[in-house]
């Protein structure tokens, strides 16, 4: 099996850009609102293009804008996708068109901006690296109304920041440049366990997929849709290659699991139509409204904790595990045991070479619970008690770190937990950029008293 032979074509540089006008306005805004004093700037979602902003007890927050008119460019060697507030899906839509994509997740509503700034995984990630991996050049307005672009040659120490600390803390990102991809085929495949078969699928999981080719992206998802269904185990995921390739993989790992499925898709599709089925085929898909157990309707609450794991958990743990999400407790409660394969090019990115510092991971466990927005207060305690006992259970055995998209609330050290080693680092380029901590939130980078180094600017 020769998958690179899939990987022939040289990427390609693509600038997902906004409007000029739109940093224009942003930094008349931000000098505007500054002379005020005493405001802080929440950047919600990764700001893109400004939809409403509103004063609420001091903070100004900010919520990014769907894209209304993007369009797609294409010059010699340089394909441009354009656009004011992207979102995932709109620059897959523009950049499917000439056979591009970029390294990013499947869901289409996430906003591109967030996506990459706090580092972004997904699909191609073990064959190419986090979408933040592929940021070539940004265009920035800064706390004092400046617009800058950096990359590696220019305000390279804003640009190191941009991979991968998390999103509105430096200033607000209106132009990001990537490096695409060729948009080809991908083999998605969803294979099912009854949830007696939850143990022995983790541990074997476990042991497989963060090794497997690079090619092949296999996450194990454990699911309870809230109601009394019994919860169903799945392995769920896509591979860069032929229906044949992947399905010689599965069948090797079926081999090894010694329980026969009781339901398994695998189909190999065009790129776009792959995204579309990752999207709504995932586990939970089939709830009755049109929902997943993590991306809750407008009208419905999810907490989450996450983690990420260097070795396998021994038995004792997924015994625990397995049986804490049983005795989960109450009905309505939509959870889920989520475990993304990390390594491959992952791993390959030195822990400092970008912001993002977890470069020597084996897996990321979420675990999420969603209910309804009315629930009543004994029914949020009983989900967050059980997500607590989940995470608990496991905690032990992590790292440490934490995925800087997934925000945890109740973590006491979080500048390790997201940062660990770049901490220090991060806390300079805030010095740097944003001395009087004008972009500030819960768990955001604090500036420092003195900035180091960082390198020329330009």
């Known amino acids: 099996m020769s998958p690179a032979s899939y990987l022939t074509a040289p990427p390609r540089v693509a600038p997902i850009i906004v409007a000029p006008v739109v940093a224009f306005w ?43 008119d993007a369009t797609a460019d294409i010059q010699e060697h340089l394909d441009r996708a354009s656009a004011s507030g992207a979102s995932l899906g709109d620059v897959y839509e523009r950049l499917d068109g000439h056979g591009l994509t970029i390294a990013a997740g499947a869901c289409p509503s996430v906003g591109i901006a967030g996506l990459t700034l706090g580092g972004g995984l997904g699909i191609l990630g073990r064959r190419y690296g986090l979408t933040s991996d592929q940021l070539v050049g940004a265009r920035v307005v ?16 804003l640009f190191w920041a941009l991979r991968g600390a998390g999103g509105g803390q430096f200033g607000i990102v209106t132009t990001f440049v990537f490096r695409t991809v060729p948009a080809q085929d991908l083999t998605c495949f969803k294979v099912g366990w009854p949830y007696a ?33 019994e919860p169903v185990v799945t392995i769920f995921g896509a591979m860069l290659g032929t229906k044949t390739e992947t399905a010689d993989i599965l069948d090797h790992l079926l081999v090894r699991f010694g329980a026969d499925p009781v339901s398994a898709t695998i ?98 466990l979420k675990h999420a619970v969603v209910l309804d927005a009315a629930a009543a207060t004994h029914e949020r305690e009983a989900a967050r008690d059980w997500l607590a006992r989940s995470w608990s259970i496991v ?29 220090e680092r991060l806390t300079h380029v805030k010095r740097q950029y944003d001395p009087d901590n004008l972009f500030r939130f819960h768990q955001s980078l604090p500036p420092v008293a003195r900035s180091p180094d960082l390198g020329p600017q330009h």
């Open 197 to 229: 078969q939850a143990a022995a699928a983790i541990a074997l999981w476990q042991d497989w997929a963060p090794d497997a080719p690079d090619e092949l992206a296999a996450s194990l998802l454990v699911n309870s849709t809230g109601d009394l269904d």
């Open 26 to 68: 942003i930094a008349l805004a931000v000098l505007l609102l500054a002379v005020v004093g005493g405001i802080a700037y929440a950047v919600v979602r990764g700001i893109a293009l400004w939809r409403q902003v509103k004063r609420t007890g001091g903070t100004l927050g900010a919520e990014s804008a769907r894209v209304a």
């Open 142 to 157: 800064l706390a004092d109304g400046r617009v800058v672009d950096c990359d590696e040659y220019r305000e390279p120490g």
């Open 267 to 364: 189909e190999q599709m065009p790129h776009r139509a792959a995204k579309t089925f990752l999207a709504e085929h995932a586990p939970g898909a089939e709830r009755s409204d049109g929902t997943t157990p993590v991306e809750p309707p407008g009208s419905s609450l999810m907490f989450a904790r996450s983690e990420f794991f260097r070795r396998p958990l021994p038995p004792d743990a997924i015994a625990a595990l397995v049986d804490s999400f049983a005795d989960r407790g109450g009905t309505g409660h939509a959870c889920e045991l989520d475990f993304t394969p990390w390594g491959g090019a992952y791993n390959r990115t030195s822990t400092d070479e970008t912001a993002f510092v977890h470069r020597n991971e084996r897996f990321l």
């Open 395 to 423: 905690h032990p055995h992590g790292s440490g770190g934490v995925y800087p998209s997934f925000p945890d609330p109740d973590l006491t050290d979080w500048g390790r937990a997201y940062h660990d080693g770049n901490y």
